[in-house]
């Protein structure tokens, strides 16, 4: 719309009725939806208004998060993406985190609810339960979560538990492309990863080796560690070697992906590294603060499944869900079995001090750095105010 359009529908909008608060907002709905089992059977249990509002509450916010993935995954999707556009996915990946973090306190005000309280109500809840959130499962099949990777229980998948037209929305986002995959692609399209001339990957490994030496060096001159710990210490720096064979080694690394181990590609992987380890340069601050954020979805993912199941743990103790698992033990379990982005967590692994990082070549730094070509005056100035800052950050 441009901007004569909008000012003609604001003004066109003046002579309408004024717009009121409650219907803007379809309050009579919203605030109309809470129904307690219990009370329309007579007998109220009190803590169930909290339980259908929570839920209620947790399930507006999912909408958004949907809202908010699904433009991530657009911008991605596309073969080429602008460097303001990643900023704006950055943002919109903050505000998923930030929501998180606010469905993560919420377990607690539920918290404030008694077993006892719980079960003046629970049975009537039979066969209803969290596993039917449609758009839970939106929300973890949107961020990459394949149905072969899933916890089965009942021997059905996670869709038979659901109404038909719920099934089709959860099969449907299960058939889209996930963040997941439109990130693989990108993070493969990342330049500067293939250096021309330049083989970083060689440098790199040489750096790698030479912090291996370095670690064996200080194991020995550790005089406080007796000839058994530093045999051990030493098989530590040697199996933390090893794993970088993943990483120069493309058949192994293609052997990892098949054992489950691996989802991002072998380019994407090594993309990320490279982004990790230059990730103050300008070019690449957009990009790493991405992936920073992706981590924290993750992250806080994981750690509301872990306290829903410590809060399940503590209402039910080891009895089994209203929707028929197993309960705590199921739950506890899909903390570590649902995660969809190890891949990225796992990184840290492959990372050595800058101290050791191979030095880059001056037009490769050039392009990172989004340097400007000015005149040798303001050149001069430009490279006398990086020298000084320098300078400062080595003082503090
Ligand atoms: C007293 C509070 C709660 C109890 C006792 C409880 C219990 C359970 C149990 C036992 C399950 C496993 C499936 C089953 O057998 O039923 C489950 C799954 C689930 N619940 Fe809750 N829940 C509670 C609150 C919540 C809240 C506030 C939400 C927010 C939406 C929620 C969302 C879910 C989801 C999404 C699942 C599926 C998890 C998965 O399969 O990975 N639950 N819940």
Redesign the pocket.
Known sequence: MTREERMRFVHSRKSDKPLYYGSYLGLDRVLGSVHPVSRSLGKEAHDEHL?IS??QA??IW?QQIIHELRSVIDIFAFPTVPAKLVIVAADRMERVSKIQAL?LQ??SI?ET?SPMG?LEF?DLLFPA?????TQ??VV?NMLGLKSDS??R?GKTG?CSFLADKDAAIVKEAEDSPTLLEVLNMWLERTPFVELGDFDFWAHYREAVNAHARMDHASIDANESVGPANKLKLHEDVDSWLATFDQLFDEEAYAAAVKRGERRLSYAAFKAVIFIELYAEEPILQGPARLLKLVRDVDELLTLW?HN?SL??HR??GA??????????H??KA?TGK?RVFSDLFDIATYLVPDANLPPLPHDIMHRLGYVLELGSDASAAAASAAAAAEAASADA
């Open positions: 339980f929570t839920h947790y399930e999912f469905l919420q377990l539920l609810m719980f629970r339960s969290g596993f039917q959130s839970f499962r973890e899933r916890i229980y996670y499944r829903h809060m399940v209402m039910l009895k089994m869900g209203t929707g028929g698992s197993s309960g705590f199921y739950l899909t649902h």
